[in-house]
């Protein structure tokens, strides 16, 4: 049986961040993830957290000026040194959220062996900083339609640099959303690569709406990881329709105590 984790950057919109909390405990979550806490103190995130009865599974580290457009800095040479000070950013918040999993953005960049080795050595440097700390570095293909020449973009090219570099704490994010928009054929992908999934993710395609209906079969997807032996959190990264809350319905087959409000 799956079980879910609320994305409180796409999920209850409703309500301020640090209320998302809450509003996700109350409709039935126990499990949430995010990608950027940074605007608030770790120890009022935490708090949050512990009053809602939550666990964190996932965020992202720091990814540059976001607001100016940046998604992540991993693969640009000049900006080594802003990867290696955004990980001593986020370390405080790994603690005090109990995250075991961040997610290293590699940004908008040419495909070429410059920028290669330079993302190769920014998973490298955080991928030991994360052991020191329990943590896995998750490496996320995001496809081209949504994020227009982003570096990371091929599932199997993700795959054969977690393998190059042999480093158990480095995983693959695997977004199923992404996943069939940039390959298709998903189910033989992840039959084929779940020794390495660390973190899998869902939206419908193509709207990246609730993950109930269009052209994925998300219930045979979800008997399919269990199968498998997937062993980990399934989280909810897509734009509900409407209301958080009124789009909740598809959860109750997998026992999900959702509150689903009208």
Not at 123 to 130: F, H, N, P, S
Not at 242 to 262: I, Q
Request: with cysteine; charged share 25%.
């Amino acid at each position: 049986m799956p079980r879910f984790a609320a994305n409180l950057t796409m999920m209850f919109n409703e309500h301020a961040f640090l209320d998302r909390f809450d509003a996700a405990a109350t409709a039935g979550f126990d499990q949430v993830e995010f990608l950027f806490p940074y605007d608030h103190p770790a120890g009022l995130v935490a708090e949050r957290i512990r009053r809602a009865g939550l666990s964190v599974v996932l965020m992202n580290l720091p990814a540059g000026r976001w607001e100016a457009g940046e998604r992540g800095i991993a693969a640009l040479p000049s900006r080594a040194d802003e990867v290696r000070d955004a990980f001593e950013r986020a370390t405080p918040y790994i603690r005090a959220l109990n995250v075991p999993r961040v997610h290293l953005m590699a940004g908008i960049a040419p495909n070429d062996d410059e920028h290669e080795r330079a993302y190769r050595d920014a998973v490298t440097w955080c991928a030991g900083r994360a052991a020191e700390l329990g943590v896995d570095i998750m490496l996320e293909p995001v496809n081209r339609r949504d994020m227009p020449g982003y570096f990371m973009s091929d599932v199997d090219a993700a795959v054969h640099l977690i393998e190059e570099l042999g480093l158990p704490n480095v995983r693959l994010q695997l977004d199923i959303y992404h996943a069939q928009i940039i390959h298709g054929d998903v189910t033989t992908r992840i039959r084929r690569l779940i020794e390495y999934l660390g973190h899998v993710q869902i939206a419908s395609v193509p709207s990246r709406h609730e993950p109930d209906g269009e052209e994925l079969n998300y219930p045979f997807l979800f008997d399919e990881l269990d199968r498998l032996g997937y062993e980990g959190c399934i989280g909810c990264e897509y734009r509900p329709r409407g209301r958080t809350e009124e789009g909740l319905g598809w959860l109750a087959a997998y026992g999900h105590r959702a509150k689903v409000t009208s």
